[in-house]
């Protein structure tokens, strides 16, 4: 779980929900859904609670080239 | 709108008052941008400041209040400035002065910084610049975002501010540059062509704080419209406030009023995700306690068809039935006795008036032979010598026969 991106547990998330909203399935599938469904929410809760904006500057180096250095 | 009869002789200020209405309600004179020369401008202590905006062929009576100076963020005024100033136009009645009652102030230079700012515009326009086809969408969700601005400035701390609480997710990129001064307008082209090549930045944000016209002109320049215009990144602008426009403007995929509303414009805001990813989990909740209800309601037919399947539950039910049974047959057994026993009595009494005692009773006897018990009907039956035994009522009489 810890490599999953935003995007894609996001994604997985409103996937989890649709499959449940369809409904018709055996209640053990229905279960797994809704734990795997929750596990991802908080999963993408705790990205966006520790997101930290990262800032760099842009500049030519000696050699030419762009380089990109922290900011601040 | 006064209504002014033409024959009746009006006082002054009849007329003066007529004459304020008709200024104070033409759409154009309410709020107004005049350009001219300053000229004997004066400031009273009371911190007004009264001058003339004049060119070569009027003049024009101003005066600049103290609460209006103190809002706007014009520049001190002297004479033979060349300024653009903005207010309404109305009479002061009481003098009779017809003025511009000004609300603020544009310092243009020498006056021909407005003109070239007309010209270029004119020219950039025509070569279709501006087009609003040309303008490119801005990405949804941007993971690097360029900004070209001054590092030391407020306005980049208050656009860091904004992405950080927004949009934690991205990254930004700075290319410095300076943004007011001779050599600004060839930094911002620099830096904003130094993004482009390094090509990692999904939108860039050019911009500054606010200031005056002179401060701004930077993004007045040609230089910096035609490396906006040939960015393959799409360009936000946010220059200076709300009402400042600058050619820049003009040419970005998107003007943005100020700098902190570029960097609002550039990113979404993620309180929106979490508030989805909370629906996402009441959602979840209802539905998975909706598969629960169902699953019990199942459960419970079964258990009620199970229940009724129930050897002890049938044997119980039976018992009741061979209970209901056994009652109904007793009841059957009384009336059919009952019956039986008014047959029986009726027989019973048919044959008790049959019966031969009571012919005997009457006074007939039962005649028997002795020697063979028969029973004699007829004189045929008996021959003189025979014994006989008579049988009436209350014994038996022995007899021969004679």
């Given amino acids: ?72 | 709108m006064l209504f002014l009869d033409a024959r009746s002789i009006v006082s002054v200020t009849q007329v003066s008052r007529y004459m304020k209405e008709v200024l104070e309600t033409d759409e154009l004179l309410r709020d107004i941008w005049v350009r001219g020369e300053v000229s004997g401008c004066k400031t009273y202590p009371s911190g007004h400041c009264y001058f003339t905006l004049k060119d070569d062929e009027a003049q024009l009576p101003c005066v600049f209040f103290k609460h209006a100076r103190q809002r706007s963020s014009a520049p001190a005024l002297r004479d033979g400035m060349a300024i653009a100033a903005n207010g309404r136009i109305s009479l002061y009645e009481r003098d009779g002065k017809l003025q511009l009652y000004v609300e603020c102030v544009e310092s243009l230079g020498d006056g021909a910084l407005f003109l070239r700012f007309e010209q270029l515009k004119n020219r950039l326009e025509a070569e279709g610049l501006f087009d609003r086809e040309r303008k490119r969408s801005l990405p949804s969700q941007p993971s690097v975002i360029g900004i070209v601005t001054s590092p030391q400035a407020a306005a980049l701390r208050d656009m860091l501010r904004v992405l950080r609480t927004r949009y934690p997710l991205a990254r930004v990129i700075l290319s410095p540059a300076l943004v007011q001064g001779a050599e600004a307008p060839l930094a911002i082209a620099n830096a904003l062509d130094l993004l482009n090549e390094h090509g990692e930045a999904e939108v860039i944000i050019v911009g500054r704080g606010g200031g005056s016209i002179e401060e701004l002109w930077a993004f007045n320049e040609e230089v910096v419209a035609r490396a906006i215009a040939r960015s393959r990144i799409p360009v936000i602008s946010g220059v200076g406030h709300e009402t400042d426009f600058t050619i820049a403007d003009f040419v970005a995929d998107y003007r943005a009023s100020t700098p902190t509303a570029a960097a609002t414009a550039a990113v979404p805001d993620i309180a929106d995700w979490q508030a989805e990813i909370h629906a996402y989990q009441i959602d979840l909740s209802s539905l998975i306690e909706g598969y629960f209800s169902e699953k019990r309601e199942e459960l419970a037919l079964v258990a009620r068809d199970l229940q009724r399947l129930n050897p002890q539950f049938q044997l119980d039910r039976l018992r009741q039935r061979l209970d209901d049974t056994t009652a109904l047959m007793q009841t059957y057994m009384e009336h059919i006795l009952t019956l039986r026993g008014e047959r029986l009595r009726g027989a019973a009494m048919q044959l008790h008036a049959l019966s031969p005692l009571l012919t005997v009773a009457r006074g007939y006897a039962v005649v028997r032979r002795d020697a063979d018990q028969h029973i004699i009907t007829s004189v045929q039956q008996v021959q003189p010598g025979d014994d006989l035994t008579i049988q009436v009522t209350d014994g038996h009489i022995h007899a021969k026969v004679q």
């Avoid at chain 1, 409904?23 to 053990?28: D, T």
């Avoid at chain 1, 904006?53 to 500049?59: D, G, S, W």
């Fill in chain 1, 1 to 72: 779980m810890e490599t999953v991106s935003f995007e894609e547990a996001f994604a997985q998330l409103e996937a989890a929900v649709a499959a449940l909203q369809d409904g018709h399935m055996p209640l053990e599938r229905a279960l797994q859904y809704y734990e795997e469904g929750m596990r991802l929410a908080q999963h993408c809760n705790e990205l966006l609670q520790q997101a930290e904006l990262r800032v760099q500057q842009l500049h030519v180096s000696a050699s030419g080239e762009l380089e990109t250095t922290p900011f601040e």
